[in-house]
């Protein structure tokens, strides 16, 4: 009688047990929210991560924009173009910047970026901040990137806010306060600006003794 009623007292537990947690709401996540791991245990060693049902499609789309703009910088000759081939030449990455900026901006070689242009990049394309390449490698007076972009194209007048790549040669050189119109200030440009300042003048006039 003892070992039955216990049994019977069990069985209770655990039937009110299971139906409390089938009635329990499933708790719900916010739409739109990041990607969720869950860990799931496997029989043969480490836990394996699987993606949220409530995957964010646009989160997808994100991280396949950074893995292309970081290959574009760091990877081999062969992976970029095969990865750039078919790619939106247009896209931006979430500063705004299409790949060919972005290449600017980290800095890569000259080899680099005549291969990204050769993969079918525009060289004059702008960001969302209406930059282009030729405005960043003056802004950051990388002569060698700006002789380059020059090589394969890239418009010497073409103006961001009414201003030259050659006039932000300048700007990347004064102080803050000097750049409010009709300010008075004298600034004088290291070897690396006067350089790109230089060559972008003279394709400026090369540009107007061939047109």
């Known amino acids: 009688m003892y070992r039955a009623g216990t049994g019977f007292i069990l069985a209770v537990v655990m ?39 409530r995957y964010s499609p646009s989160a997808a789309i994100a991280e396949g924009r950074g893995a292309l703009f970081e290959a574009a910088v760091h990877s081999s000759d062969a992976r970029v173009l095969e990865l750039l081939t078919g790619a939106d030449p247009f896209v931006r990455n979430v500063q705004g910047r299409t790949l060919l900026s972005h290449a600017v901006c980290q800095d890569v070689t000259p080899e680099r970026l005549e291969l990204l242009v050769y993969a079918g990049l525009p060289v004059d394309a702008r960001d969302a901040n209406e930059m282009n390449p030729l405005l960043h490698a003056a802004e950051r007076c990388n002569s060698r990137l700006a002789a380059a972009l ?20 300048w700007f990347s050189r004064m102080a803050p306060e000097h750049w409010r119109p009709g300010a008075t200030h004298t600034v004088y440009l290291d070897p690396d600006a006067q350089e790109t300042h230089d060559l972008l003048l003279q394709a400026i006039i090369d540009r107007q003794s061939n047109s």
């Open 15 to 53: 039937a009110w047990g299971g139906a409390y947690a089938m009635d329990r709401p499933a708790k719900r996540q916010r739409p739109g929210a990041p990607p969720r791991l869950r860990e799931l245990p496997e029989t043969h060693g480490s836990p394996v991560h699987v993606l949220s049902p």
């Open 150 to 169: 020059l090589a394969v194209g890239a418009c010497p007048v073409i103006k961001h806010k009414g201003f030259l790549p050659m006039d932000l040669v």
